[in-house]
Structures are given as structure tokens and as C-alpha cells.
């Protein structure tokens, strides 16, 4: 069974920084491109980053490039999402998906992350 | 930059009916790219179509895909009260459209 399970949300002030983990089980993990996508509260899903197979392409939304960086460990099966400069608007819950090439087939429960003095 | 609007935001709806949403593109779009996903309160999102038309794995048949270029429709056949919930379409694993909100009349 695919299982996508995020840590690493919180209460954060605004310029902080916040690293986010996904734990992935169940399939080859390491066969995948990995996405991020956000919610905020009482909004519609932003695509936020995602990431090839080895980590060799990374791409992100506009609003977070030079503040995010996406990574993976294939060996722990471990994708992670390093947030810097955080902004109230970046508060959100955050999902890690499997991107099987044009949709992401499988979805965490996601984590939620709060920018807030 | 595609982008998808959905329509409409909010769509009222008894159990029974059927329903069908729109999702159209800014430009015309390959199929095999556009998908749409089901979200309940509190849950993450779960993809339902792919490719345009495809169910995803454990999908039930009342639920369908369809359309090209820059049109396309969710149908969903007979509505089960399990299916009110809020459905976004998506294009290359990316954008987003804004959602539709299918809720109890």
C-alpha cells in the first residue's frame, strides 16, 4: 500500500525558515517524480515544487523560488521541502504527492504550516 | 501559462442528480495531461481522472471525464451523498483550476 506521511509543520514567525519531511512507503520510491503542493486555509491546491527522479530537475512555483528548495534521499525514501524567509502568505497545508507523470496519484494528509507573529 | 477555470464555484445539488463540471483552458491543451481530483473537508485531495477520461484505480464508473482542446467536463451519473465535496482539475501535474464545490441543495 502507498503511504505519503508529512512532519515537520508549525508555528513559525515571519522570516523564519522550516524544514518539511516526507516519509514514503510502498512503492519504489526512487522510480518517481515528487511534488509539493499547498492549501491555504479555505483556498484552492497551489502546485508549489517538484522534483525528478534523481534530482537532477527541480521546479518551482514563482512566488517561492530563491525562498524553497526541494529535495529527496532515495535511500531513506525521504523527500523534504527546506522553507526560508517564510511570509504569512505561505501558511498553508503543505502535501507531498507521487507524481506519476501527468497527475499525482497519491496524496499525504499533509502538514500545516502557520507564519505568524 | 495555462490557465484553468472552473465552473461553476458552487453548485447546489440533491442526491440522485446528475452532475456535470466544467473546466476550460486558456488554450487549446493536449488530453493526456488534464486531470481532476475529489477533496473532502479535512482531507487531502484524491485523483479521480486522468488523462482526460481515465478512472483512476478504485473510482466508481458513475464517475467520467471528457473533452479536448479547451474544454473539459467531470460527469458524475447519479450523485451518492459521499460525493459532495469540493473538485479541482488539474493540467501537467501543475496548474490548478480554482474548484467547484458541489454541496447539499
Known amino acids: 500500500e502507498v503511504q505519503l506521511v508529512e512532519f515537520g509543520g508549525g508555528l513559525v514567525q515571519p522570516g523564519g525558515s522550516l524544514r518539511l519531511s516526507c516519509g514514503a512507503s510502498g512503492f519504489t520510491f526512487r522510480n518517481y517524480w515528487m511534488t509539493w503542493v499547498r492549501q491555504a486555509p479555505g483556498k484552492g491546491l497551489e502546485w508549489v515544487a517538484n522534483i525528478k527522479q534523481d534530482g537532477s530537475e527541480r521546479w518551482y512555483v514563482d512566488s517561492v523560488k530563491g525562498r524553497f528548495t526541494i529535495s529527496r534521499d532515495n535511500a531513506e525514501n525521504s523527500l523534504y521541502l527546506q522553507m526560508s524567509s517564510l511570509r504569512a502568505e505561505d501558511t498553508a497545508v503543505y502535501y507531498c504527492a507521487r507524481d506519476a507523470k501527468f497527475q499525482l496519484d497519491f496524496w499525504g494528509r499533509g502538514t500545516l504550516v502557520t507564519v505568524s507573529s | 501559462e495555462i490557465v484553468l477555470t472552473q465552473s461553476p464555484g458552487t453548485l447546489p445539488l440533491s442526491p440522485g442528480e446528475r452532475v456535470t463540471l466544467s473546466c476550460r483552458a486558456s488554450?487549446?491543451?493536449?488530453?493526456?495531461?488534464l486531470a481532476w481530483y475529489q477533496q473532502k473537508p479535512g482531507q487531502a485531495p484524491r485523483l479521480l481522472i486522468y488523462g482526460a477520461s481515465n478512472r483512476a484505480t478504485g473510482i466508481p464508473a458513475r464517475f467520467s471525464g471528457s473533452g479536448s482542446g479547451t474544454d473539459f467536463t467531470l460527469t458524475i451519473s447519479r450523485l451518492e451523498p459521499e460525493d459532495f465535496a469540493v473538485y479541482y482539475c488539474?493540467?501537467?501535474?501543475?496548474?490548478f483550476g480554482q474548484g467547484t464545490k458541489v454541496e447539499i441543495k
Open positions: 488539474q493540467y501537467w501535474g501543475k496548474t
Open positions: 488554450e487549446n491543451v493536449v488530453s493526456s495531461p
